[in-house]
């Protein structure tokens, strides 16, 4: 839909409600009284044209209209950060000996080749990784802190889990992560901003026995 359009549904059931005399059927095409719009009360034949089920209360249609509204400006917004990240994943795609973990849009290379175990969903790693944003800056380092991160599988972004049962213990992969498969939408700290690809350097280094929960230092071992 047009934000013309939506705009155009605003202004019709603002003007309505707050006024005594019906108005032009060009704002509003259909009402059953003076009377219902001197209350504010009408029935909307453009709430059909807008997806509204219930557009009796000229609020409803100003809420509804309005968040639609929103909704499409906000993509709009997004739209360059979004095309950024996927040029920046087409662009990792294309390099020498990368490859893809099945159809999930997650890119990798290999480092070192592991012959151990993949670990599932339900598994507890260690591991050593370091993540950098687009721009090529690391937001987080298990390295730099000289310690290893014990994580559940499951419990991180979508792209890091796919990419741990992929690999067999004792690999290092360099991955890429495309935004969806990241944080998306959500902003993750300064370095990185909403819509993201994130770049990782993962090393398995074994598969634990007991449980743990996930750290919350670490960028990818967010709960999801």
Partial sequence: MRHGEIIYAVMAA???SCSVNPPSETLVPAFDSSEDCFNGRLIF??????????ASDSTILVQAAYERLMTELKAEANKPAIAAAEAFVKKYAAGKDVKQIGNTGVYYKVLKEGNGAKPTAESTVKINYEGKNMKGKVFDSSYKRNEPATMSVGQVIPGFTEALKAMPV??????CI???KAYGERPAGE?????SALVFTIELLSIEKAAAQPQVQGQPIQIK
């Fill in 14 to 16: 603002f003007i309505v």
């Fill in 45 to 54: 034949s453009v709430g059909d044209k807008f997806g509204i089920a219930d």
């Fill in 170 to 175: 004792g690999s290092k992969w360099e991955v």
């Fill in 178 to 180: 495309p935004q969806d």
């Fill in 191 to 195: 370095d990185i901003p909403a819509y």
